[in-house]
C-alpha cells in the first residue's frame, strides 16, 4: 500500500512567473506526462499550449523555455492550485481530497502586486481555488477567470468553444 501512495503523490512544479506577472494562470496539478517531461500541459492532446500559440504567439512548436519566456514577456505566470495531492493517474476526478494542499499563490499575490488577473483552467481548478485559496485573498484584489479545461479529458466541450471562452485571456492580458 505504501508504494500506491508514493506513486500517486504529485507536487506542483515552482512557480513559472516573470517579474511583472499580471495575469496568472492556474490549473488544478501536473499531468503524469507533465511531471515525466517536466513542462506544464505536456499532453501533445492538452489544448492550453495550442491556444497560447493562437492567442499570443507561444505555441508548441516552440521550444518550452522559449514559450515560458513569451507568456512571461506579456505578463502571464503559469502554476497550479494544488501544492501537493494524491491521485492516482492525471484525471482531476481522482483527486483524494483529504489530500490537497494548496500552493501559496496570496504570497505570490503580494510578492506580483501588479496581478490583477487569475485565470482557472477548468472546473476542478476553479473549485479547488474557491475553496482553499480565494478566502486567504483580500476582497476585490484580484478578477477571476474561469475558462473550460484545455486537458483532453474534457471532452464534453468542442474545441471551437473552448478557443473561444480563452479568447477572454487576451483582454485580461492587454488589460493593463
Not at 507536487?11 to 494562470?25: D, T, Y
Not at 492538452?46 to 514559450?67: H, K
Not at 468542442?158 to 473561444?164: L, Q
Amino acid at each position: 500500500m505504501r508504494d500506491l501512495v508514493t506513486d500517486s503523490l504529485v507536487e506542483s512544479f515552482p512557480p513559472q512567473v516573470g517579474a511583472q506577472c499580471r495575469v496568472l494562470v492556474l490549473g488544478t496539478a501536473p499531468s503524469v506526462r507533465s511531471l515525466a517531461m517536466q513542462q506544464s500541459y505536456a499532453h501533445p492532446q492538452n489544448l492550453f499550449w495550442p491556444f497560447m500559440g493562437e492567442l499570443f504567439d507561444a505555441g508548441p512548436e516552440l521550444p518550452y523555455a522559449q514559450r515560458i519566456a513569451r507568456l512571461h514577456a506579456l505578463g502571464v505566470g503559469i502554476w497550479d492550485v494544488y501544492a501537493r495531492c494524491e491521485r492516482p493517474g492525471s484525471l482531476d476526478s481522482s483527486i483524494v481530497r483529504a489530500s490537497e494542499i494548496a500552493n501559496d499563490i496570496p504570497g505570490l499575490a503580494v510578492a506580483h502586486p501588479e496581478l490583477h488577473t487569475i485565470v482557472l483552467n477548468g472546473g476542478t481548478a476553479q473549485k479547488a481555488f474557491r475553496r482553499l485559496v480565494l478566502p486567504h485573498l483580500p476582497a476585490g484584489r484580484v478578477a477571476l477567470l474561469d475558462l473550460p479545461s484545455t486537458s483532453p479529458a474534457n471532452a464534453s466541450i468542442p474545441r471551437v468553444r473552448k478557443r473561444s471562452a480563452w479568447e477572454a485571456m487576451r483582454d485580461a492580458v492587454s488589460n493593463r
